[in-house]
């Protein structure tokens, strides 16, 4: 599936963005971008495991440029952003109330590149629009809590080099100011269509009824899951706008 991906988002860009940049035309704004970003991963086991995941924030930053069509417009970006989980720990491994919490965060970073068609609502001052399109991510590096010997530290070091994904969002802009420059803040929901990792027939070890640890073969899966609150900065490249 990830090969069937790969093509769409090459598609994608040879059929959008590779024209606008092999024909050297600048982009009509270019600007910084940063926010938030609010993630989760899905971690499935074959077998039940007691994995509690939640959300966790993280940054999100790069640059974009955009170019202008007639009624809408092309936006190439470069983005990094940090996503992972929050690990809910329940003292003593049981699940009792009056017993102490201890969370741990998981982390992956990523650099994305992205093509994105924007389609303004309205045109005013204040303009809201939606926009999507695809996301190639490569991943940076990760950073797992301090106890490693756990068997799912070692699982998530090896989450996939590269993934794809699909960004929905809706954002509300000002209009250009006397110097040709704006500001925007978008609303972002990231559809991973690939899972950050899989593996079958992992050989781990699972505490029986009479406490003790027998082996054991199962499948686990991670999932990625966020949304971003992103704030923009736009400059103008001064060139005629069509």
């Given amino acids: 599936m990830s090969h069937t991906l790969f093509r769409i988002f090459l598609a994608v860009f040879l059929v959008i963005g590779f024209p606008l940049l092999s024909k050297g035309q600048n982009p009509d704004f270019i600007g910084p971008i940063a926010g938030l970003s609010r993630s989760t991963q899905f971690v499935d086991f074959s077998i039940d495991e007691d994995f509690d995941s ?17 009624r809408s ?3 190439l970006e470069v983005l990094f952003t940090q996503r992972g989980m929050r ?13 102490s919490q201890t969370e741990k965060y998981w982390r992956v970073d990523y650099l994305s590149v992205s093509c994105l068609f924007k389609k303004p609502f309205v045109n005013n ?15 940076l590096g990760q950073k797992t809590p301090t106890w490693t010997s756990s068997y799912f530290s070692q699982i998530y070091r090896n989450v996939r080099g590269v993934e794809f994904g699909l960004d929905i969002g809706l954002g509300i802009g000002s ?6 420059t ?19 027939d992992i050989l781990v ?10 082996p054991i073969t199962q499948s686990i ?22």
């Fill in 175 to 180: 209009g250009s100011m006397n110097d040709g």
């Fill in 125 to 139: 001052i204040i303009t809201p629009y939606w926009l999507i399109g695809p996301r190639l991510y490569r991943v």
């Fill in 221 to 242: 899966g991670i999932d990625n899951k966020s949304i971003q609150l992103l704030f923009g900065y736009s400059f103008s490249t001064l060139r005629k706008i069509r």
């Fill in 87 to 99: 690990q809910l720990l329940i003292a003593g491994g049981d699940i009792v109330p009056d017993l």
């Fill in 73 to 75: 417009s092309i936006i």
């Fill in 182 to 200: 704006s500001i925007f803040l978008e609303l972002r929901y990231n559809i991973h269509l690939t899972r950050a990792y899989f593996q079958d």
């Fill in 54 to 70: 939640h959300y966790r924030s993280g940054f999100s930053g790069g640059f974009y440029s955009q170019w202008l069509l007639k």
């Fill in 205 to 214: 070890f699972s505490r029986n009824a009479d406490d003790d640890y027998q």
